[in-house]
């Protein structure tokens, strides 16, 4: 009796474990081994608990207990050592490991316990012997390397080389390791290849001041024109435009045929340019160069630029011309124009009165118009030094384009308009007679934008300063001018020439370019997948301590149109959960996170920097992963056959981005984003709305809506969100009103947003919407529910007046309640159509309103005694509470089966085109497979009861159908149903 209640307290105290209750499972345990204490596993499991909670001693006690009761029990002797080297014992808890060892050799963590406890008592040789061994058993354990190799450098310099090797180890299955490039360091402090490396990891982990410091020491140890690049590259990354001009330079000297190095010059030359040009005139002496010291000449036709004009050698040159000549030339030379009458007058006088010459032109430099053309001059000439890069990056590579399309631009900023549209011109020639001719055209277009000033080029170098392209600094000029949204849109959907490929059809052309490129056919397909064990793994990548998704409440059977249909599931609750959505880098490979996320409809764009700058984009309604964008390439690839994303979404966004670059800018360089949850945004349709909710209620049932810090609520709320759960705070709520705004509020507010969908509507959302709806009912309208409960049978029909229209729907449907009428006199009909929402439409009005004339004429052709009741232009809650009457419905497929299947899963028939009625027909396709307990699947037409009238489109097509066949299957319906009972008021 005793050993039985014994088990009984073990598995209770086990249970108590597992949840977390410590004291409680100690006192189980405790209890057991009063009950039988001869159970070796009974003071086992005490000792575990004890030791979780910090009582070492009486966990000794308790291991100790254990291992006389079961002398052969390695796990014990392992958890003894454990207590031990907690308490700082190592010669016990060593002995204690090297039991554990004698009764099983295989053990990787006693062999860890045994190597730490004999390092702590001076036991080197035999420490080392323990984790080489710990090493053989795991050896895709990276850090055992490290304290492998610290152990190592304390014995012979022979040992120092096995040393290295592990640290070398470490390296291979962490390469991100900071900390083993350091170790490895001091014992190689000369080695450029892990100097290199060190940096590789450390640009990875984006500590670029760190990657910096050891690219200096680098080409110091080994200077080369690579790691000078290398080093351009970070320098510019932080904006240290003085030190990346030195160091491209030296690049240069070690390879001067590099195109690439000269335009990397010139790209940052003009960035310096660009961050004070007054200040780089001076600090590299530009004037003192010597192809800009142009002498003046009396009355040159193109005067010295006259950020090189010296006074003293201009006054030296002028000083036998008279008051009147010496005025021209001044107004000529210093304001490149020509005197007006009353400055020729005045000037010539002021001279005559004694005023010296010298004190005019120092007056004169003063004047805000002789200030503005120095300015502008000074831009000009720092400028020429970005442009002698580039054209010596085309003269060693005349097909490098972009270094031509920067001559071209900065000419233009130089006011050279003429030679700025020469280059264009011989660099289109030139492209299409090498056969680029989209490139030539390209270019050529670039001749009228460089005639005057284009907005768009400054759209193309915004967004390629906000993707890492070519990055600008924030004085740019470009950033000066004020983008209009609707030019940026149509400047891209005229210039953005997008190549498409699709990873699920790929040709041995796609293949060869994505290798060309440097993007792995594989990592894209993982990037594209959708797993629950996925997302744990990424997430771990970034956790200390180990991490899941929850799962107290699993996803049920979705309604799948696609495969693909739900590739965002586990996205969204990643999102929610920790506030990233994660990826692998599509060129190394590496696992990446961002928190960035962006909206133009139907996409969010969440944007990672990896080896490039991509976005992963999640479409439409049911929030599928549809493809990734490198704007580098302007290149989409596409991980299904599906049509949400098109080119001009890829446009518009391109455009909100450069509209708003400002915040754009300061969004992604924020790091610490909220979590918001976006409803209502995409389409105004209740069956995606209450997919949507249905996420919400994932959510809850798993305990994370409290995860969500932000709900942003669009124009399509048909039950007012804060009404169905009441749990998210009123404050956390957010409204707005177009796609433009919610793009604005996710970077403003530093968002990180996510759409939540689930398609699988239980029971008790039903009955969370039917709740909330009941609470905002009027007594006047409960009441004429009340009285349409009266009759029976309640017959439900939806009429529809926009897209997949039932043609013949006034005439079929009156002569269906006619018939009706003779064999169930006391029929009643409730007319249901368009709903109104709290924040209605002007779109919304006239569907109702077309929706009631079409209704008014169905009445008109029936008796008057029939009962009718309109529920058409209700609000959204009145009719979720109004359905619960019914009997049965005629509805079209669509929205409506949302009331009549999800709401209360009543019977009825639907109507629709043969397209849809085929969908329908589907189980994990139906309105019918996406309730919970559904017990009455829609009655469908045979197909060839419908007529479709046309074949313009699949899925909006109108259609006729049999109204006999809809009433034949009334009848049954009704004739099955047994006359309910009389209600006398809504519970």
Not at 722 to 735: Q, R, Y
Request: glycine share 4%; proline share 3%.
């Amino acid at each position: 009796m005793n050993e039985q209640m014994a088990v009984t307290e073990f598995d209770k105290g086990n249970q108590l474990l597992q949840e977390g209750k410590l004291e409680e499972a100690i006192a189980a345990y405790r209890h057991a081994i009063e009950l039988n204490p001869a159970n070796s596993w009974f003071h086992q499991h005490l000792g575990e608990a004890l030791a979780k909670v910090g009582r070492l001693d009486e966990a000794v006690t308790a291991f100790r207990c254990a291992t006389e009761l079961n002398p052969d029990f390695s796990w014990s002797y392992h958890h003894l050592g454990d207590a031990l080297a907690q308490q700082e014992k190592w010669e016990q808890a060593a002995e204690a490991f090297g039991r554990g060892i004698e009764l099983n050799a295989e053990h990787f963590g006693t062999y860890v316990g045994l190597g730490k406890s004999l390092a702590k008592v001076g036991q080197v040789d035999r420490a080392i012997a323990a984790y080489r061994r710990a090493s053989e058993l795991n050896p895709d354990t990276d850090w055992i390397y490290d304290t492998l190799a610290s152990l190592l450098q304390q014995r012979t310099q022979s040992d120092l080389a096995e040393a290295i090797a592990s640290y070398r180890h470490m390296i291979e299955l962490n390469p991100d390791n900071v900390e083993a490039y350091h170790n490895l360091l001091q014992v190689e402090p000369d080695n450029s290849k892990t100097w290199l490396q060190l940096a590789q990891a450390l640009v990875r982990q984006e500590q670029m001041e760190d990657a910096i410091a050891v690219y200096r020491r680098l080409v110091e140890l080994s200077p080369c024109g690579q790691y000078y690049q290398q080093l351009g590259e970070l320098l510019v990354k932080q904006e240290k435009w003085d030190e990346a001009i030195i160091t491209y330079r030296r690049a240069i000297e070690f390879n001067p045929e590099s195109y690439l190095y000269y335009h990397q010059l010139g790209e940052v030359i003009y960035n310096r340019v660009t961050q004070n040009p007054e200040s780089f005139f001076a600090d590299y002496k530009i004037a003192e160069l010597p192809y800009n010291k142009k002498e003046y000449l009396l009355f040159d036709n193109e005067p010295q630029d006259i950020c090189f004009i010296n006074d003293e050698s201009f006054l030296q040159a002028t000083s036998h011309l008279d008051e009147e000549s010496y005025v021209s030339e001044v107004y000529r030379v210093y304001f490149k124009r020509k005197a007006s009458d009353a400055e020729f007058i005045g000037g010539s006088q002021w001279l005559r009165q004694g005023n010296s010459r010298l004190q005019g032109l120092k007056q004169g430099r003063n004047l805000p118009e002789f200030k503005i053309l120095l300015s502008r001059s000074i831009i000009s000439a720092c400028l020429q030094e970005s442009i002698n890069a580039y054209r010596k990056a085309t003269e060693l590579n005349y097909n490098h384009y972009k270094s031509h399309y920067r001559i071209a631009e900065l000419l233009t900023k130089q006011g050279k308009s003429n030679e700025s549209v020469t280059v264009c011109y011989d660099l289109s020639l030139h492209l299409a007679e090498q056969g680029n001719l989209n490139e030539a055209v390209d270019i050529f277009r670039l001749l009228r934008e460089y005639n005057q000033p284009s907005l768009g080029l400054v759209c193309e170098y915004v967004w390629n300063d906000l993707n890492n392209i070519n990055p600008f600094n924030t004085n740019s000029s470009y950033k000066q001018v004020k983008i209009r949204q609707d030019d940026a849109v149509l400047h891209f959907r005229q210039n953005s020439h997008y190549r498409t490929i699709d990873l699920y059809a790929l040709t041995e052309e796609d293949k060869a370019f994505l290798k060309q490129l440097g993007l792995s056919i594989t990592n894209l397909e993982i990037i594209s997948k959708d797993n629950i064990f996925l997302e744990d793994i990424y997430i771990n990548h970034f956790s200390s301590a180990e991490t899941q998704l929850k799962r107290k409440v699993a996803r049920n059977p979705q309604y799948i149109a696609n495969w693909f249909g739900h590739t965002g599931m586990y996205l969204e609750q990643s999102i929610v959960e920790t506030g990233y959505v994660y990826a692998v880098c599509p060129i190394s490979g590496r696992v990446i996170r961002s928190n960035q996320s962006f909206f133009v409809f139907p996409s969010f764009f969440y944007r990672f920097v990896g080896d490039e700058v991509f976005y992963l984009l999640v479409s439409e309604w049911c929030n599928a992963r549809y493809c990734v964008y490198f704007p580098r390439w302007d290149l989409i690839v596409k991980f299904y056959n599906a049509p949400y994303t098109s080119y001009d979404t890829i446009n518009s966004f391109k455009a909100y981005s450069v509209t708003n670059w400002q915040s754009f800018k300061s969004y992604i360089s924020t790091p610490k984003k909220q979590v918001a949850a976006v409803i209502g945004d995409l389409i105004n349709n209740l069956t995606h709305y209450i997919w949507e909710v249905t996420g919400f209620q994932y959510l809850d049932d798993n305990n994370l809506l409290d995860k969500i810090d932000k709900v942003l609520v669009g124009p399509y709320d048909f039950f007012n969100l804060g009404d169905l759960f009441p749990e998210i705070a009123k404050d956390k709520i957010e409204v707005f009103d177009s796609s433009l705004n919610l793009y604005q509020s996710i970077i403003e507010n530093n968002y990180c947003a996510v759409r939540l969908v689930e398609c699988f509507i239980q029971e008790k959302l039903a009955d969370r919407i039917y709740q909330a709806s009941l609470k905002k009912c009027s007594k006047l309208f409960l009441e004429e529910v009340e009285k349409s409960m009266q009759n029976f049978p309640i017959l439900w029909i939806t009429i529809r007046s926009n897209r997949r229209v039932w043609t013949s729907q006034v005439e079929g449907i009156a002569n269906i309640i006619n018939n009706l009428s003779v064999d169930f006199p006391n029929l009643s009909i409730i007319f249901d159509g368009w709903s109104r929402t709290e924040k209605g439409s002007e779109q919304d009005e006239v569907s109702i309103a077309t929706e009631i004339s079409i209704m008014e004429k169905i009445i008109a052709m029936i008796p008057r005694e029939i009962n009718t009741y309109n529920a058409i232009g209700r609000m959204t809650y009145e009719k979720a509470v109004w359905v619960h009457t019914i009997d049965l419905y005629i509805s079209p497929i669509g929205a409506g089966l949302c009331f009549t299947v999800w709401l209360v899963n009543k019977p009825g028939v639907a109507h629709g085109h043969t397209t849809f009625t085929e969908i329908e027909t589907q189980p994990t396709t139906s309105f019918h497979g996406c309730r919970e307990n559904a017990t009455e699947r829609p009655v469908l037409l045979p197909l060839d009861k419908i007529t479709d009238e046309d074949n313009s489109s699949r899925s909006t097509r109108n259609y006729d159908c049999d109204w006999n066949t809809i009433y034949g299957e009334v009848v049954k319906i009704i004739n099955g149903l047994s006359k309910k009972d009389k209600r006398t008021g809504i519970n």
